[in-house]
């Protein structure tokens, strides 16, 4: 019989990015720059693309994780994917009224304060205050609510009961205010490779870019419908009440295209970003998220990601348009090191189905002082894989985080990073080496120290593998010029009419060749006001 040659996959590639929590120390300032940079304009008050929660917490937006009532990302429908938000009739009929929407209640009331009654208050014997005020209208206000919110645990257990993930878990969890767990988990958009979002869009504004599979917003196209919003199961799509837009993370895209990390990753204080090609097969990812089990979705995504070592994979990304600097970075790449190599980095929530790419590595640091406050040695290896199971935080916290609920993946990636600061703490006493430390988590020695090396000590150009950027195919793509966010009167940013709408684009379509539409009004970006040219088709002349 003749043999079957193995198929030539196609080849794509990808941004990703790795964050190791135990190094995340809480202090907002990868969330501050962020903030500064891309949401610092009238109209994205309220929206933080990078913000940083306190585990356990109700997150950002608030109970963003509870798809039951959000209905973000994918499930399967008679073994077929579909959007929960529901198919194209159920979401046509309600894009003018989406009761699955966020409030802004659910973000929080952005305020500011009254400086003004300090700077100009006469003297007298009562000391002014500056009461906070509403930045959306400029009203008194009551702070109720705010990004980070549950921040290193300041709310108290009534607000960790309404923690979407805790509460799958109550009875196995003790909520005691004072022997409460917590851990910070930094937060952007997934650039996933199979977005929700961009499903949804009614108006095919939301789009994953070909080179580097950064998800973008076209602000020409967009309509301000906000079905990606619903859509994103992260809630990590926000709407600019200013211009009537969609906004969202953008990776930093200038940066990323000069070679250069994001903003967060760079600003990050805890070094604690990692940002890298990953090369993976397209034609897996739709059967990989299709997965029936829940609990297969990371091990499914796994073997989407290619080999960049691989000569095979290496002919075949360059027969796909991918350059040789662009292979070289893959190989050189810590997302594929610690996602592929040593797999200890995990996809958050990969059972929204949406492919997640930006991956976590879960805290360990719990482990070692609940073991030192038995009187046990916290680095000792026997000591240390026997407690994974018992960690201060639950074994199955961190799964229905990062594993769709299965722990043994989370326990594997856990026993790698304990057996790491075993194997080098003997290093640093001047112990003999033991390589059973190593091979009981599947590595050599040579492997544990540089995934040592990885997480402690990496360098900037080791922690950031960027080649610059290319265009993908022939004749790029117009649409990756129509991003502009930055000010009035840019690309997709509209007048504002100082009373919450917003005015029509500019009257005519572009003819189009035998379209039969110049001259016509896009009525998809019409606010109903006034009469707008274009609105009705002109009169043949010669006709009554």
Same mark, same amino acid.
């Given at each position: 019989?003749?043999?079957?040659?193995?198929?030539?996959?196609?080849?794509?590639?990808?941004?990703?990015?790795?964050?190791?929590?135990?190094?995340?120390?809480?202090?907002?300032?990868?969330?501050?720059?962020?903030?500064?940079?891309?949401?610092?304009?009238?109209?994205?008050?309220?929206?933080?693309?990078?913000?940083?929660?306190?585990?356990?917490?109700?997150?950002?937006?608030?109970?963003?994780?509870?798809?039951?009532?959000?209905?973000?990302?994918?499930?399967?429908?008679?073994?077929?994917?579909?959007?929960?938000?529901?198919?194209?009739?159920?979401?046509?009929?309600?894009?003018?009224?989406?009761?699955?929407?966020?409030?802004?209640?659910?973000?929080?009331?952005?305020?500011?304060?009254?400086?003004?009654?300090?700077?100009?208050?006469?003297?007298?014997?009562?000391?002014?205050?500056?009461?906070?005020?509403?930045?959306?209208?400029?009203?008194?206000?009551?702070?109720?609510?705010?990004?980070?919110?549950?921040?290193?645990?300041?709310?108290?257990?009534?607000?960790?009961?309404?923690?979407?993930? %805790?509460?799958?878990?109550?009875?196995?969890?003790?909520?005691?205010?004072?022997?409460?767990?917590?851990?910070?988990?930094?937060?952007?958009?997934?650039?996933?490779?199979?977005?929700?979002?961009?499903?949804?869009?009614?108006?095919?504004?939301?789009?994953?870019?070909?080179?580097?599979?950064?998800?973008?917003?076209?602000?020409?196209?967009?309509?301000?419908?906000?079905?990606?919003?619903?859509?994103?199961?992260?809630?990590?799509?926000?709407?600019?009440?200013?211009?009537?837009?969609?906004?969202?993370?953008t990776l930093c895209y200038p940066r990323i295209e000069a070679g250069e990390p994001t903003?967060?990753?760079?600003?990050?204080?805890?070094?604690?970003?990692?940002?890298?090609?990953?090369?993976?097969?397209?034609?897996?990812?739709?059967? #990989?998220?299709?997965?029936?089990?829940?609990?297969? %979705?990371?091990?499914?995504?796994?073997?989407?990601?290619?080999?960049?070592?691989?000569?095979?994979?290496?002919? #075949?990304?360059?027969?796909?348009?991918?350059?040789?600097?662009?292979?070289?970075?893959?190989?050189?790449?810590?997302?594929? #090191?610690?996602?592929?190599?040593?797999?200890?980095?995990?996809?958050?929530?990969?059972?929204?189905?949406?492919?997640?790419?930006?991956?976590?590595?879960?805290?360990?640091?719990?482990?070692?002082?609940?073991?030192?406050?038995?009187?046990?040695?916290?680095?000792?290896?026997?000591? %240390?894989?026997?407690?994974?199971?018992?960690?201060?935080?639950?074994?199955?916290?961190?799964?229905? %985080?990062?594993?769709?609920?299965?722990?043994?993946?989370?326990?594997?990636?856990?026993?790698?990073?304990?057996?790491?600061?075993?194997?080098?703490?003997?290093?640093?006493?001047?112990?003999?080496?033991?390589?059973?430390?190593?091979?009981?988590?599947?590595?050599?020695?040579?492997?544990?120290?540089?995934?040592?090396?990885?997480?402690?000590?990496?360098?900037?150009?080791?922690?950031?593998?960027?080649?610059?950027?290319?265009?993908?195919?022939?004749?790029?793509?117009?649409?990756?010029?129509?991003?502009?966010?930055?000010?009035?009167?840019?690309?997709?940013?509209?007048?504002?009419?100082?009373?919450?709408?917003?005015?029509?684009?500019?009257?005519?379509?572009?003819?189009?060749?035998?379209?039969?539409?110049?001259?016509?009004?896009?009525?998809?970006?019409?606010?109903?006001?006034?009469?707008?040219?274009?609105?009705?088709?002109?009169?043949?002349?010669?006709?009554?």
């Amino acid at each position: 019989m003749p043999r079957h040659r193995p198929r030539t996959p196609r080849v794509m590639a990808q941004i990703a990015m790795v964050m190791n929590l135990d190094k995340c120390i809480g202090c907002h300032t990868c969330s501050v720059t962020c903030k500064q940079t891309w949401t610092n304009r009238s109209g994205t008050e309220y929206v933080w693309f990078n913000n940083v929660e306190t585990r356990p917490g109700q997150g950002y937006p608030r109970g963003y994780e509870d798809q039951d009532t959000w209905k973000g990302g994918w499930h399967l429908k008679a073994g077929r994917l579909v959007p929960r938000a529901g198919g194209r009739a159920r979401r046509l009929a309600r894009l003018f009224a989406n009761p699955e929407l966020p409030r802004l209640d659910d973000y929080y009331q952005p305020w500011t304060y009254d400086y003004d009654t300090l700077t100009t208050a006469p003297l007298g014997d009562d000391v002014p205050t500056a009461p906070p005020r509403s930045l959306i209208d400029g009203r008194p206000t009551a702070i109720t609510w705010g990004p980070n919110w549950d921040d290193d645990l300041g709310g108290g257990p009534e607000h960790l009961a309404g923690d979407p993930v %805790l509460a799958k878990m109550s009875e196995r969890v003790r909520l005691e205010y004072e022997q409460a767990f917590m851990f910070y988990l930094p937060r952007i958009c997934e650039h996933c490779l199979n977005p929700s979002c961009v499903a949804v869009c009614p108006s095919g504004a939301m789009y994953k870019r070909i080179e580097d599979g950064i998800v973008l917003v076209d602000q020409d196209r967009c309509r301000g419908w906000r079905m990606c919003v619903s859509g994103c199961p992260y809630k990590k799509v926000y709407f600019n009440h200013r211009s009537g837009k969609a906004e969202k993370c953008t990776l930093c895209y200038p940066r990323i295209e000069a070679g250069e990390p994001t903003v967060c990753s760079e600003t990050c204080v805890g070094r604690l970003r990692y940002l890298g090609v990953m090369l993976y097969d397209p034609d897996k990812v739709g059967e #990989a998220a299709a997965t029936p089990d829940e609990k297969g %979705l990371y091990e499914a995504q796994l073997g989407c990601f290619l080999d960049p070592e691989d000569p095979d994979v290496a002919r #075949a990304a360059a027969d796909s348009g991918i350059p040789h600097d662009w292979i070289e970075a893959a190989r050189r790449s810590p997302a594929h #090191a610690l996602i592929s190599r040593y797999r200890v980095a995990l996809p958050l929530h990969p059972e929204y189905r949406t492919m997640p790419m930006v991956w976590y590595v879960p805290p360990l640091s719990p482990v070692v002082e609940a073991l030192t406050a038995t009187g046990h040695d916290g680095e000792d290896p026997v000591n %240390l894989f026997g407690a994974i199971d018992s960690l201060r935080i639950p074994l199955g916290y961190l799964a229905e %985080l990062f594993t769709a609920g299965d722990p043994g993946p989370v326990e594997a990636a856990l026993c790698r990073l304990a057996a790491m600061r075993s194997h080098m703490r003997r290093i640093n006493l001047g112990e003999e080496r033991d390589p059973a430390i190593a091979a009981a988590v599947g590595l050599d020695q040579d492997g544990i120290e540089a995934m040592y090396r990885l997480l402690a000590l990496a360098k900037y150009e080791e922690r950031y593998v960027i080649p610059t950027s290319y265009t993908a195919g022939s004749g790029g793509d117009a649409r990756t010029d129509s991003c502009s966010l930055d000010g009035d009167g840019l690309p997709g940013m509209m007048p504002y009419d100082g009373t919450g709408g917003f005015h029509a684009p500019p009257a005519a379509e572009p003819a189009g060749a035998g379209s039969g539409l110049a001259g016509r009004l896009n009525l998809l970006g019409w606010n109903g006001r006034g009469r707008p040219a274009g609105l009705f088709p002109k009169r043949d002349e010669g006709s009554r």
